[in-house]
């Protein structure tokens, strides 16, 4: 039996390469069998690998007298086995968190918080942990009837950054069995916080009728929830590199795509990029896909899609230019946009048609704006001339036009109107260099 | 009711792109619901699609009357619908195949090459099946818990080749209530040949369960399929990108890895390379991609496994060289490994080193055959020789030794005995220039 289990939990180290030779571990520790499994699985390898171990319980004030109970026994079983212990209480209902969600949530969001907290205070490197095999299976099922893509039916990792699983390869029931022969006690554990309803159905009548129906079932779904957290880790892997090579977070949040190099790789990358960008779903990636081959305009829950001419832009915000009037000489600075617009008594410049040229004092005031509907110039659609040269339409509205007297004068790149020479300096450019600018191509 | 199907039905025919007008469809007819079903749903859409149509059923004589009686219903039905209707008696006990299996596994592949029979005698272009939603998640259960990779996991496929589905998105029970509220009669499937203990419960306890556990589980596990369908299908191709820049069949069932281009992929990628190849399981992946890694040599499953100086090498055979003796001038071939010797009263050569020589009638007869354990050259070991020009140790098997008198004289490539020369040209090279050849690198 005690063979048996230490295979496993050898096969789990190794497999997952989860402890090295002078290892200092933090071990989650709240009583439970599991818990306990972990306790005493570490403290029987602490002299093999020379570990430095610490246990950590925290009490989430819940359940009045039994929580107390349990941080007791916790302690007691700590000092016995001589393992350095420390205890919080933390009164989960009033701990102030950003999460929204269950209490449930919220108390997961404390615990591995404090473990992170506790793991640094005592300059620890790692973080064990008790999950089982059957926590795995159970949450591969949870997520599966849930619907959460490849990513939530990987199970729980067995290695995720300083945390480890040991117990990951052993079942609940194994362990228990290995505690009562082995007469070492435990509490049940008060902790438990899961959603009651739907994890004891899965716990108590679920997995029970897979085994029903096959026995091995749930080793079964253990090993393909491993193969499918490899599969997810190269997707992520892949969908990283094509995110490097095609997108630009041009402005806070709006992202900007080359849609041409996308369209080159693989339906589902593509997919996934999108999921990993923006967490849209199956059916909402669909729609963005459509829009990236075919061009066009939409609105997508509180995104602005938009796709033309090679470019798709995505942001959760219509970007434009303010409205502002241009009285005399200064610098005017529009810095969300990184667009910096200076009137200045200028030299005469070459530069002509791009971003500088030299106007007469008879121009002023000007306004600058963002293109309208129905602007025109030369008696023809303003709209055209951005086709003509072909502008992506997301970046129509940064660029700025010149306007005076209700007439559109410089629209730079574009358009600009004959017989306005004179001694003033215009110039449209960059206020930081590094940052990325509507005009940059 | 009706809206509510057809919309459903549409949107699958349009997501998978099912149907195009003026389509020749054959019909996977049983008489039961879901084909019934299937008929009813093609039938509505023959005159939009402009589609032809025909129904095909095979009477797979395992139940009697009950077999007659399914056929002739299915006869009467299509014939009432004006669908032309062809059907095959086939004594599925008696029927020869190549499979070893169950008898569900012979029903199917026997259906299965029908189809594609009558497919073809008709001149049709698709072959439409009656699989369900709910079929497609009740085998994303089967194989999760037998245990099938990614591949098990993506459900039934809509489309496959010339195979189509037009009922995966809707739900045995819906297409049960449609037919009852239609007034549209059906057959219990005689022909459901699946194994029953397994798959009943999964139909009749399982989904049920899950569904109790949490509404709409069944759709969010067909979704999941769905996405790791197109996964499966990403992974595939990455696989096959791989497969044909660093692999290579070298001889009948023999393999040729590059393992410096392997290396470099993903670990999971890797693992998928060789479960592609040669199916092997997670675990044993593991134990090929160690001996990738380090070098070395093991025998998995009935499979020689060697990796040294890049080339990792699989086979199924044990290749060597048979021990051959040259009397006089002639032309020897191995077909198997692609290598001809040729000995011939010859004109002087200058390519002294590489596979070509001159020796002495004195020399004769010779020896050719595979190196073998012990043996030396230059009073040093001939291993050491392949190690220090870095040939691979599979290589070393298949590269030809030349014996006279109990002493090696020629090994090409790698040692000559100095004052063999005479008149007698000896030539190593191959009998299929566009083959593979051991000497090729």
């Not at 039996?1 to 571990?25: P, R, V």
């Not at 699983?165 to 009562?180: D, G, V």
């Amino acid at each position: 039996m005690k063979d048996i289990i230490f295979q496993k939990i050898f096969k789990a180290l190794k497999d997952f390469n989860m402890i090295k030779k002078g290892d200092s571990i933090l071990i989650a520790f709240s009583g439970g069998p599991d818990s306990v499994m972990l306790l005493y699985v570490l403290k029987s390898l602490q002299k093999k690998f020379n570990l430095k171990l610490a246990a950590y319980h925290l009490n989430h004030m819940l359940r009045g007298e039994e929580a107390k109970r349990d941080e007791e026994f916790s302690r007691k079983l700590a000092e016995e086995w001589n393992i350095p212990f420390y205890s919080e209480k933390i009164d989960i209902k009033k701990y102030k968190t950003e999460k929204v969600g269950s209490l449930e949530e919220k108390a997961r969001e404390i615990r591995y918080k404090r473990y992170h907290y506790w793991k640094e205070r005592l300059k620890f490197r790692k973080v064990a942990l008790g999950h089982t095999k059957t926590d795995s299976v159970e949450t591969f099922i949870y997520n599966l009837i849930r619907g959460s893509g490849l990513k939530g039916l990987s199970g729980i990792p067995p290695v995720r950054d300083f945390y480890i699983r040991p117990l990951i390869y052993l079942e609940r029931e194994e362990i228990q069995e290995f505690l009562k022969i082995k007469n070492i006690p435990y509490v049940i554990d008060s902790t438990n916080l899961e959603p009651e309803f739907t994890r004891n159905k899965i716990r108590l009548q679920l997995l029970p009728l897979l085994e029903e129906i096959r026995k091995g079932a749930t080793q079964k779904i253990f090993q393909s929830s491993l193969i499918l957290k490899e599969a997810e880790d190269f997707i992520q892997c892949e969908v990283k590199k094509l995110l490097k090579k095609a997108t630009k977070e041009v402005f806070k949040g709006d992202w900007l795509l080359d849609t041409s190099l996308i369209r080159s790789y693989h339906l589902f990358i593509k997919k996934s990029l999108f999921h990993y960008l923006f967490g849209f779903n199956f059916e909402e990636t669909s729609t963005v896909l459509n829009i990236l081959e075919k061009g066009g305009r939409i609105r997508l829950r509180d995104f602005y899609i938009s796709s033309s001419f090679g470019e798709l832009y995505i942001s959760k915000k219509e970007r434009k230019l303010p409205d502002t009037v241009l009285q005399k000489p200064g610098i005017f600075e529009f810095d969300e946009l990184n667009l910096k617009i200076i009137l200045e008594r200028g030299e005469k410049t070459t530069h002509r048609m791009l971003y500088r040229i030299n106007i007469s004092w008879d121009y002023l005031p000007l306004i600058v704006r963002s293109r309208r509907e129905g602007d025109r110039v030369h008696g023809k659609k303003l709209k055209d001339y951005f086709i003509r040269k072909k502008i992506p339409e997301w970046r129509r509205a940064l660029i700025p036009v010149f306007e005076h007297a209700g007439e559109i004068i410089w629209v730079p790149g574009i358009y600009l109107k004959r017989g306005i020479e004179g001694k003033l300096k215009l110039e449209v450019c960059k206020i930081h260099g590094e940052k990325f600018w509507v005009f940059d191509k």
